[in-house]
């Protein structure tokens, strides 16, 4: 079971996830970093920006592997995944972007982007710790419901709900694209570590049937169950539809442990 903390708002989970990626650098100076996109980790990373400036962290061997790309989106446009990773990770910690992969979304022999990006990720070790948000539907990565809990890096179609999510980063929902290349529920249960954030009454019910429903590709986070090693950081919002919320209300506690580690 995942451990559980709930806090008060994304900027107290941002810190709270800061703590736990700059614990795993400062082990691993060579960490492999897994990256999520969308809203929900942009205060982790500005938190662990401000960390790893304040404590002068020598960030040069470290590695990242983005989650997923829309498919047909040149790299460089501006809501690509590359350069949103670009803008939200890469300049504002100090790496150089060849330190971080994302997806191909474009190019020739298009199918096989996804080998080609499972090869990369195996031939840099693995995924040490891979940040993930949760859509309103219960995906992860692009991993729709229905999405094989085994499956690797490929070409997906998006839902509906995650177009029309997804359509305030696009002019309008027309414009928003109908396919993505994703790493699988596979690639993410081989990560050596999950920290997955949810904020606000949107993602409620979505968590709710995640941490506490069955383990099920009609609700693609609930593989978080099924790893040794996940941490789950939620506000209150979207912890409302938790039936055990008095226990993991109890972890709050380790949220104040965790901010006081001192580095
Ligand atoms: O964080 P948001 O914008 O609510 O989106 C939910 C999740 O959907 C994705 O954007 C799909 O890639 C995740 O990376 C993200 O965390």
Known sequence: ????????????????????????????????????TGSTPLTTYSALAKEVR?????VSRVGGFALDEYLGVPPEHPESYRSVIAREVVEPLGLTPEQVFTPRGTGPDI?????????????AGGIDIQILGIGSNGHVGFNEPGSSLASITRIKALAEQTRRDNARFFGSLEEVPTHC???????????????????????????AAALEGPVSSAVPGSVIQQHPRATVIID???AARLAHSEYYRHAWQSAQDLRAVDF
């Open 111 to 123: 199918a096989r982007a996804g080998a080609e990006y499972e090869a990369m990720i195996t031939d």
């Open 54 to 58: 304040e404590h002068s962290i020598d």
């Open 181 to 207: 290349i994703t790493q699988g529920l596979g690639t993410i249960l081989r990560a050596r570590q999950l920290v997955l954030l949810a904020f606000g009454s949107s993602k409620a019910k979505a968590v």
């Open 1 to 36: 079971m995942a451990e559980v903390i709930i806090v008060r708002d994304p900027i107290e989970a941002g810190s709270v996830a800061a703590s736990i990626f700059m614990q795993q650098i400062i082990a691993n100076p060579a960490t492999v970093l897994g990256l999520a």
């Open 236 to 238: 209150e919002d979207a």
